[in-house]
């Protein structure tokens, strides 16, 4: 048949070949005419034919044989020996099938039948598109891998060549002090030579003197002749120059590494929670892509809540679209109703110290870091757990990623590092500080602050005050870019980052606390707008999943709500 008009063709009867097929044999799976019928059902005497319309084949199962009974089809199911029976096999006292639970076989088969069909809707609507997008992301990971690698590879090579650089002006500058040295010596020996040769021709004049007055042969001249040999029996200094030594420094390949420049560590992490099976439905961690929201033309402030902190309002995180959790300069943490604007709950942190940051799980736990006594601590079922203790390092920011980790950014003032840090559960990941070039991502100083979050594409955003910068590197930890701020500012003060988050459109939002105001910008860095609203030194910041921010203000300790996307 030709497989563009296949389509197309009559269908034949299996044993005459020419008359059109009416009829089907559900037992031999073979199709027949109706004049073949007959010839069909005594073809094979021992098999019960079940003929059918063609329109009804497969109606008729085909039971299996009994493996007890080889002339009995099996028409039960023994559940507990998991195999076909016939009833002679539950009809048999001494069978090895009394007392067992006994199923009807097309029962089973329906089961299993619903089992398969949904499995297979699973693979294909499910399961396969998701392992697409793991391949996508990757291939996507594997070129991003090639690039940044090429750019380091450029790094090293440009670092080479300036080394060259200072080598040949080193090696030049040597030699001409070799040449200076060489110059000195051979005018001081040189000046020696003149003198000598000068003392050689004194001595034949006074040789060539002596001999005319010892060639005559008149007294009186001899007699006058005075011999000045002694005054050259004086022999003049001799000079043995010394030359310059050139002491090569040891090349030692180790010590000339750290001079160079060195590598910091490379990692490939294992994650098996890394990623989420595609759904179908309406989630805000779903695979596909979110639906494209424009900013509004003005923001529009929804709610106002009052949280009543005394000396200062710090963090807000979002535990629902209903519900926020909020700290400030006292140990106590508090849980609003959004709508009500009404205290919920509240917990005191267990050190008695006020938190410097919280956050919030995916499974709906607090997470707050203690700055004071070094730890991170998680609230569940009204308990405080402390999840991590550090020696030398303080936890600041904290947030809770897609993958359930936990990322905490962390200084150490006595030795002037900053450092963000991964962690499953109490267990050390990742640790992301320098640069491909080996400097420091973040600033240091005693009284900096920092926050941290995740974006969608889980790049790691950071706002560092000591640097008057937003920070955001890669999943890997290498730097994609540094936001300094847009001008004009709304006060002309310079960027002040304090609270920062991401929304549906991976846009990065950070509070500027010198000028009362949000900075939206886009995952690449590039500024969008600012958020005024008639913030008061704003300092923390978080968005539900209705992409609607909440931002905390220090001085008048309220939460406003505001709705900046369409």
Not at 414 to 440: A, L
């Amino acid at each position: 048949m030709n497989p563009r008009t296949s389509a197309q063709d009559v269908m034949r009867c299996d044993l005459c070949e020419t008359a059109v097929v009416q009829m089907h044999c559900d037992t031999c799976l073979v199709n027949l005419c109706t004049a073949c019928v007959g010839k069909h059902m005594i073809s094979d005497e021992s098999k019960d034919h079940k003929v059918v319309k063609f329109q009804a084949r497969k109606s008729t199962p085909l039971y299996p044989r009994c493996k007890s009974h080889s002339k009995d089809h099996s028409t039960m199911y023994c559940n507990q020996c998991d195999i076909p029976i016939c009833p002679k096999c539950i009809a048999s006292e001494s069978g090895k099938h009394q007392g067992h639970k006994v199923s009807e076989i097309l029962e089973v088969v329906n089961e299993r039948m619903n089992k398969f069909v949904k499995e297979r809707n699973e693979l294909n609507d499910t399961i396969y598109p998701t392992y697409q997008d793991i391949a996508s992301d990757v291939q996507n990971r594997m070129s991003q891998l090639e690039k940044e690698y090429g750019d380091l590879s450029t790094t090293i090579t440009k670092h080479g060549e300036d080394w060259h650089r200072e080598i040949d002006k080193l090696v030049k500058k040597l030699k001409a002090e070799v040449d200076e040295m060489k110059n000195t010596q051979l005018q001081t020996l040189q000046k020696h030579l003149d003198e000598i040769n000068k003392t050689m021709s004194d001595i034949k004049d006074e040789t060539d003197s002596v001999k005319m007055s010892t060639d005559t042969n008149d007294l009186s001249k001899l007699l006058g002749v005075t011999s000045n040999a002694d005054r050259y029996k004086n022999l003049p200094h001799k000079l043995a120059p010394s030359l310059p030594k050139f002491i090569p420094g040891k090349i030692q390949g180790e010590e000339l590494c750290k001079s160079f420049g060195i590598l910091s560590s490379s990692s490939l992490t294992s994650d098996k929670h890394g990623y989420s099976m595609k759904t179908t439905q309406k989630s805000p961690e779903a695979g596909s892509s979110p639906p494209v929201k424009q900013l509004l033309d003005q923001p529009e402030t929804v709610t106002t809540i009052d949280t009543g902190y005394h000396y200062g309002l710090y963090n807000v995180a979002c535990l629902s679209d209903e519900e926020i959790w909020t700290s400030g300069n006292d140990s106590t943490m508090k849980l609003y109703s959004i709508n009500q604007g009404s205290l919920l709950k509240s917990t005191t942190a267990k050190s008695g110290n006020n938190p410097y940051d919280i956050a919030v799980t995916k499974s709906g736990d607090l997470v707050y870091t203690d700055d004071s006594d070094r730890t991170v601590n998680i609230v569940k079922n009204e308990k405080i757990e402390e999840v991590i203790r550090l020696q030398n390092w303080k936890p600041l920011g904290v947030c809770s990623t897609s993958s359930g980790d936990l990322l905490v950014i962390m200084d150490s003032y006595i030795n002037k590092q900053t450092k963000v840090v991964r962690y499953s559960g109490s267990t050390e990941k990742q640790t992301i500080q320098i640069d491909n070039k080996g400097k420091p991502l973040y600033s240091s100083g005693r009284y900096n602050t920092f926050y941290i979050t995740e974006n969608r594409d889980l790049e790691i955003c950071v706002s560092d005050w000591g640097a008057n910068a937003v920070v955001v590197v890669n999943q890997a930890g290498i730097l994609r870019f540094r936001y300094t701020g847009h001008t004009p500012a709304p006060k002309n003060e310079p960027l002040s980052p304090q609270g920062i988050t991401t929304d549906s459109q991976s846009n990065i939002l950070t509070a500027d606390y010198n000028n009362d105001c949000v900075h939206i910008i886009d995952q690449d860095g590039q500024f969008l707008r600012y958020i005024d609203c008639g913030l008061s030194e704003p300092q923390g910041l978080c968005i539900d999943t209705n992409d609607n921010l909440f931002v905390a203000q220090c001085r008048n300790t309220q939460v406003k709500k505001i709705k900046y996307l369409q």
